[in-house]
Protein backbone atom coordinates (compact mmCIF):
# COMPACT_ATOMS: atom_id res chain seq x y z
CA UNK A 1 0.00 0.00 0.00
CA UNK A 2 1.49 3.51 -1.02
CA UNK A 3 2.17 5.93 1.62
CA UNK A 4 -0.68 7.90 2.11
CA UNK A 5 -0.30 11.93 1.36
CA UNK A 6 -0.03 14.08 4.41
CA UNK A 7 -1.99 17.26 4.68
CA UNK A 8 -2.24 20.06 6.75
CA UNK A 9 -5.24 22.36 6.73
CA UNK A 10 -4.85 25.66 7.42
CA UNK A 11 -8.01 27.85 7.02
CA UNK A 12 -10.87 29.71 9.82
CA UNK A 13 -14.17 28.34 8.44
CA UNK A 14 -15.02 25.97 10.87
CA UNK A 15 -17.94 24.50 8.38
CA UNK A 16 -14.90 24.58 5.49
CA UNK A 17 -12.65 22.38 7.93
CA UNK A 18 -15.47 19.96 9.17
CA UNK A 19 -15.70 19.26 5.38
CA UNK A 20 -12.31 18.51 4.75
CA UNK A 21 -12.05 16.26 8.03
CA UNK A 22 -15.46 14.13 6.93
CA UNK A 23 -13.55 13.66 3.33
CA UNK A 24 -9.87 12.84 4.37
CA UNK A 25 -11.72 10.13 6.85
CA UNK A 26 -13.66 8.68 4.32
CA UNK A 27 -10.11 8.38 2.11
CA UNK A 28 -8.24 5.93 2.05
CA UNK A 29 -4.65 7.62 0.63
CA UNK A 30 -5.10 11.09 2.22
CA UNK A 31 -4.14 11.61 6.33
CA UNK A 32 -4.55 15.49 7.89
CA UNK A 33 -1.29 15.66 9.77
CA UNK A 34 -3.52 19.11 12.01
CA UNK A 35 -5.99 21.72 11.51
CA UNK A 36 -5.42 25.20 12.13
CA UNK A 37 -6.70 28.63 11.78
CA UNK A 38 -3.31 30.25 13.55
CA UNK A 39 -0.18 30.92 11.35
CA UNK A 40 2.22 30.63 14.44
CA UNK A 41 0.66 27.10 15.11
CA UNK A 42 0.38 25.92 11.36
CA UNK A 43 4.21 27.19 11.64
CA UNK A 44 4.90 24.52 14.54
CA UNK A 45 2.75 21.92 12.99
CA UNK A 46 4.93 21.80 9.52
CA UNK A 47 7.83 22.07 11.39
CA UNK A 48 7.17 18.87 13.66
CA UNK A 49 4.93 17.21 11.41
CA UNK A 50 6.61 17.70 7.60
CA UNK A 51 3.71 17.77 5.71
CA UNK A 52 3.51 16.63 2.30
CA UNK A 53 0.90 19.25 1.43
CA UNK A 54 -0.47 22.52 2.92
CA UNK A 55 -4.05 23.52 1.84
CA UNK A 56 -3.89 27.21 2.79
CA UNK A 57 -6.34 29.74 3.45
CA UNK A 58 -4.42 33.22 2.83
CA UNK A 59 -7.13 35.12 4.76
CA UNK A 60 -7.50 33.48 8.04
CA UNK A 61 -9.87 36.68 9.58
CA UNK A 62 -11.69 34.14 12.44
CA UNK A 63 -7.98 33.03 13.56
CA UNK A 64 -4.52 34.67 13.99
CA UNK A 65 -2.23 35.92 11.56
CA UNK A 66 -2.16 35.19 7.35
CA UNK A 67 -1.22 32.71 4.73
CA UNK A 68 1.27 35.20 3.71
CA UNK A 69 2.98 35.12 7.07
CA UNK A 70 3.45 31.69 7.14
CA UNK A 71 4.79 31.43 3.23
CA UNK A 72 7.37 34.57 4.47
CA UNK A 73 8.22 32.83 7.74
CA UNK A 74 8.99 29.25 5.64
CA UNK A 75 11.56 30.91 2.99
CA UNK A 76 13.73 31.74 6.37
CA UNK A 77 13.74 28.09 7.91
CA UNK A 78 15.23 24.69 6.93
CA UNK A 79 13.32 21.35 6.32
CA UNK A 80 14.37 17.95 5.39
CA UNK A 81 11.36 18.64 2.90
CA UNK A 82 9.32 20.87 1.67
CA UNK A 83 5.61 20.88 1.21
CA UNK A 84 3.97 21.35 -1.64
CA UNK A 85 1.44 24.59 -1.33
CA UNK A 86 -1.73 24.81 -2.58
CA UNK A 87 -3.58 28.23 -1.92
CA UNK A 88 -7.52 28.37 -1.43
CA UNK A 89 -8.53 31.99 -1.12
CA UNK A 90 -11.69 34.36 -1.69
CA UNK A 91 -9.14 37.14 -2.15
CA UNK A 92 -8.79 38.39 -5.78
CA UNK A 93 -6.10 41.09 -5.54
CA UNK A 94 -3.68 40.23 -8.38
CA UNK A 95 -0.98 41.67 -6.42
CA UNK A 96 -1.47 39.61 -3.99
CA UNK A 97 -1.59 36.08 -5.91
CA UNK A 98 1.97 37.49 -7.48
CA UNK A 99 3.57 38.00 -3.65
CA UNK A 100 2.31 34.26 -3.06
CA UNK A 101 4.37 33.21 -5.88
CA UNK A 102 7.34 34.87 -5.35
CA UNK A 103 7.09 33.63 -1.71
CA UNK A 104 6.86 29.88 -2.74
CA UNK A 105 3.03 29.29 -3.64
CA UNK A 106 3.06 26.08 -5.90
CA UNK A 107 -0.69 26.77 -6.92
CA UNK A 108 -3.10 29.09 -6.15
CA UNK A 109 -7.26 27.61 -6.36
CA UNK A 110 -9.49 30.74 -5.90
CA UNK A 111 -12.97 29.86 -3.55
CA UNK A 112 -14.87 32.25 -6.37
CA UNK A 113 -14.40 30.18 -8.81
CA UNK A 114 -17.55 27.66 -10.15
CA UNK A 115 -16.47 24.37 -9.74
CA UNK A 116 -14.73 25.04 -6.27
CA UNK A 117 -15.39 22.94 -2.97
CA UNK A 118 -13.32 20.98 -0.64
CA UNK A 119 -13.27 18.23 -2.98
CA UNK A 120 -12.02 19.60 -6.00
CA UNK A 121 -8.93 20.80 -3.50
CA UNK A 122 -8.54 17.27 -2.34
CA UNK A 123 -9.08 15.71 -6.05
CA UNK A 124 -6.55 18.11 -7.38
CA UNK A 125 -3.78 17.53 -4.78
CA UNK A 126 -4.62 13.65 -5.24
CA UNK A 127 -3.63 14.17 -9.35
CA UNK A 128 -0.39 15.48 -8.73
CA UNK A 129 0.13 13.12 -5.36
CA UNK A 130 3.00 11.19 -6.91
CA UNK A 131 4.66 14.14 -8.74
CA UNK A 132 4.71 15.44 -5.16
CA UNK A 133 6.03 12.77 -3.38
CA UNK A 134 8.77 11.62 -6.13
CA UNK A 135 9.92 15.47 -6.06
CA UNK A 136 10.22 15.28 -2.31
CA UNK A 137 12.47 11.75 -2.50
CA UNK A 138 14.88 13.91 -5.06
CA UNK A 139 15.28 16.38 -2.62
CA UNK A 140 15.69 14.48 0.29
CA UNK A 141 18.64 12.38 -2.05
CA UNK A 142 20.81 15.50 -2.94
CA UNK A 143 20.40 17.09 0.58
CA UNK A 144 22.48 15.41 3.00
CA UNK A 145 20.52 17.06 6.02
CA UNK A 146 18.50 13.96 7.92
CA UNK A 147 16.03 14.30 10.61
CA UNK A 148 17.36 14.67 14.10
CA UNK A 149 16.47 11.94 16.68
CA UNK A 150 14.94 14.80 18.67
CA UNK A 151 12.68 16.17 15.57
CA UNK A 152 11.40 12.36 15.16
CA UNK A 153 10.46 12.13 18.49
CA UNK A 154 8.36 15.05 18.89
CA UNK A 155 6.66 14.82 15.46
CA UNK A 156 5.74 10.73 15.69
CA UNK A 157 4.42 12.35 19.69
CA UNK A 158 2.43 14.46 18.57
CA UNK A 159 1.04 12.20 15.84
CA UNK A 160 0.36 9.65 18.35
CA UNK A 161 -1.27 12.03 20.39
CA UNK A 162 -3.45 13.17 17.48
CA UNK A 163 -4.38 9.48 16.98
CA UNK A 164 -5.54 8.86 20.77
CA UNK A 165 -7.55 12.07 20.21
CA UNK A 166 -9.79 10.82 17.57
CA UNK A 167 -11.16 7.94 19.75
CA UNK A 168 -11.37 9.88 23.15
CA UNK A 169 -8.17 9.13 24.95
CA UNK A 170 -8.23 11.52 27.97
CA UNK A 171 -5.18 13.29 28.12
CA UNK A 172 -5.78 13.70 32.14
CA UNK A 173 -5.96 10.02 32.52
CA UNK A 174 -2.86 8.45 33.96
CA UNK A 175 -2.29 5.92 31.31
CA UNK A 176 -2.97 8.37 28.28
CA UNK A 177 1.08 9.03 28.53
CA UNK A 178 2.05 5.13 29.39
CA UNK A 179 -0.13 4.66 25.58
CA UNK A 180 1.77 7.30 24.08
CA UNK A 181 5.55 5.78 25.31
CA UNK A 182 4.29 2.60 24.28
CA UNK A 183 3.07 2.99 20.47
CA UNK A 184 5.96 4.58 20.43
CA UNK A 185 8.11 1.64 21.51
CA UNK A 186 6.29 -0.70 19.75
CA UNK A 187 6.47 1.21 16.29
CA UNK A 188 10.18 0.56 16.56
CA UNK A 189 9.51 -3.11 16.24
CA UNK A 190 7.81 -6.27 18.07
CA UNK A 191 8.86 -5.67 22.03
CA UNK A 192 7.65 -7.93 24.98
CA UNK A 193 7.04 -7.25 28.01
CA UNK A 194 5.75 -3.42 26.98
CA UNK A 195 4.28 -3.16 30.11
CA UNK A 196 7.77 -3.79 31.55
CA UNK A 197 9.22 -1.32 29.58
CA UNK A 198 7.11 1.52 30.56
CA UNK A 199 6.77 0.57 34.30
CA UNK A 200 10.81 1.13 34.27
CA UNK A 201 11.22 4.63 32.28
CA UNK A 202 8.19 5.90 35.33
CA UNK A 203 9.39 4.00 38.31
CA UNK A 204 6.01 2.07 38.07
CA UNK A 205 4.88 -1.36 38.77
CA UNK A 206 4.54 -3.27 35.86
CA UNK A 207 0.53 -4.17 37.21
CA UNK A 208 0.00 -0.30 38.09
CA UNK A 209 0.95 0.34 34.11
CA UNK A 210 -0.64 -2.05 32.43
CA UNK A 211 -4.25 -1.30 34.91
CA UNK A 212 -3.89 2.78 34.13
CA UNK A 213 -3.61 1.81 30.78
CA UNK A 214 -6.66 -0.43 30.31
CA UNK A 215 -8.46 2.41 32.28
CA UNK A 216 -7.95 4.79 29.68
CA UNK A 217 -8.90 2.36 26.64
CA UNK A 218 -12.21 1.18 28.42
CA UNK A 219 -13.48 4.92 29.54
CA UNK A 220 -12.46 6.01 25.89
CA UNK A 221 -14.90 2.99 24.65
CA UNK A 222 -17.87 3.76 27.80
CA UNK A 223 -18.22 6.98 26.53
CA UNK A 224 -16.80 8.37 22.71
CA UNK A 225 -19.36 8.89 20.29
CA UNK A 226 -19.44 4.78 18.62
CA UNK A 227 -19.26 5.98 15.21
CA UNK A 228 -16.23 7.86 15.49
CA UNK A 229 -14.52 4.37 17.37
CA UNK A 230 -15.69 2.34 14.28
CA UNK A 231 -14.44 4.74 12.08
CA UNK A 232 -10.86 5.29 13.96
CA UNK A 233 -10.18 2.04 15.17
CA UNK A 234 -10.60 -0.98 12.65
CA UNK A 235 -9.16 -3.58 14.03
CA UNK A 236 -11.31 -6.54 15.47
CA UNK A 237 -12.63 -6.38 18.98
CA UNK A 238 -13.57 -9.24 20.97
CA UNK A 239 -17.66 -8.96 20.98
CA UNK A 240 -17.73 -10.74 24.61
CA UNK A 241 -15.07 -8.01 25.85
CA UNK A 242 -16.01 -5.34 24.24
CA UNK A 243 -13.04 -2.96 24.03
CA UNK A 244 -9.22 -3.57 23.19
CA UNK A 245 -6.68 -4.91 25.05
CA UNK A 246 -3.65 -2.95 26.06
CA UNK A 247 -1.60 -5.56 24.02
CA UNK A 248 -4.25 -5.07 20.87
CA UNK A 249 -4.60 -1.47 21.26
CA UNK A 250 -0.41 -0.38 21.33
CA UNK A 251 0.13 -3.39 18.53
CA UNK A 252 -3.00 -1.73 16.40
CA UNK A 253 -1.56 1.87 16.71
CA UNK A 254 1.82 1.00 16.48
CA UNK A 255 1.24 -0.54 13.05
CA UNK A 256 -0.63 2.11 12.07
CA UNK A 257 1.94 4.66 12.79
CA UNK A 258 4.70 2.43 10.68
CA UNK A 259 2.35 2.08 7.65
CA UNK A 260 0.65 5.25 7.32
CA UNK A 261 3.44 7.70 8.49
Not at 34 to 55: C, F, H, Q, R, W
Not at 82 to 91: C, D, E, G, M, V
Not at 226 to 239: C, H, M, P, V
Request: charged share 25%; with cysteine.
Amino acid sequence: MDKKLEILLVEDDPVTCKEFISLVDESDDLILVGVTNNASKAMDYIKEMLPDAIILDLELNEGSGNGLNILFDLQTISLVKSPYILITTNNTSTYTYDTARKLGADFIMSKHQENYSPQYALDFLRMISSIIKNKQKLTTLQDNSTESAEHYNRRITRIIMAELDRVGINPKSVGYQYLVDGIKIMSQGPTQNICRLIAKEHNKTDASVERAMQNAINRAWRTTNIDDLLRYYTAKINSYRGNPTVTEFICYYAKKIKSEY
